[in-house]
């Protein structure tokens, strides 16, 4: 399996990556994790837009979910007829009812390009076994892990400090977990993880490789790597187009 970072800019777009998004790739078949904010130009960088088997949706922040509005777009009006291949999204419940709402669809839906499906605990998409687990968060929100090729990579999604997310992502091979916050600062409750927690959970989890994403333009990746360094010391931080085979 291979990991591709698309973007993992925390909360909104930064100057340098788009919001979260993660192209997974095992045996020919490929999946996106997370379609956040200007994903969608780069992942055109990285992949054929139009080869992608499936998108799994952690919950529906737009930092996470709203290139799936301009995705439909790609397929709807692409030149040389209507896609015959629906895209199956995997998300909350009300996935379908906010794309709509979003794009300010009036009579219609995307139901002819984007195949939405409610996410549940666990469902396969071609080699990709998928296993999800709600995490604390405003909104419904999952940790999602995915089994290919004899590797395991556990994404927490948004999340706030959870007990299971460790006891969720053991041995995986990669971890990659959010570190929004900070230690130093005053952070709201339930929401993100600081890196030392990212960290200090991916070693709970006896994961291999941990590798920090999330990451919020108001912080410097220098605090951030130096804050998770100090609980795990190869810890390391996403950017966009970091590749890691596992
Ligand atoms: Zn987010
Ligand atoms: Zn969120």
Same mark, same amino acid.
């Given at each position: 399996m291979r990991l591709t970072v698309i973007g993992? +800019?925390?909360s909104y777009p930064g100057p340098d990556s788009p919001a979260s998004c993660y192209l997974l790739e095992s045996d020919g078949s490929r999946i996106v994790l997370d379609m956040g904010n200007g994903s969608l130009g780069a992942l055109q960088a990285v992949t054929d837009i139009? !080869?992608?088997d499936a998108v799994v949706l952690s919950h529906l922040h737009v930092d996470h979910f709203i290139d799936l509005t301009s995705y439909?777009? +790609?397929l709807k009006y692409r030149p040389g007829g209507h896609p015959t291949r629906r895209v199956p999204v995997w998300g909350p419940a009300a996935t379908s009812q906010?794309? &709509? +709402?979003a794009y300010g669809l009036t009579g219609s839906d995307m139901s002819g390009e984007l195949d939405v499906r409610e996410i549940t605990e666990d469902f396969q998409v071609g080699p990709f076994r998928i296993t999800t687990r709600r995490v604390p968060h405003p909104i419904e929100a999952r940790a999602i892990r995915v089994a290919a090729g004899g590797a395991t990579l556990t994404y927490s999604g948004d999340t706030g400090?959870?007990?299971?997310l460790a006891d969720f992502a053991r041995g995986s091979d990669v971890a990659l977990f959010e570190a929004s916050f900070l230690s130093r600062d005053d952070n709201p409750r339930d929401l993100h993880l600081t890196a030392a927690e990212a960290a200090a959970a991916a070693t709970q989890a006896g994961a291999d490789r941990v590798v920090l994403t999330h990451l919020v333009p108001w912080n410097s990746r220098a605090d951030t790597l130096a804050e998770a360094r100090a &609980?795990?010391? !190869? +810890?390391e931080l996403a950017h966009p187009g970091l590749v890691v085979d596992l």
């Open positions: 993992c +800019a925390g139009y !080869d992608i439909y777009v +790609a906010r794309l &709509v +709402a400090p959870h007990p299971e &609980v795990r010391s !190869d +810890a």
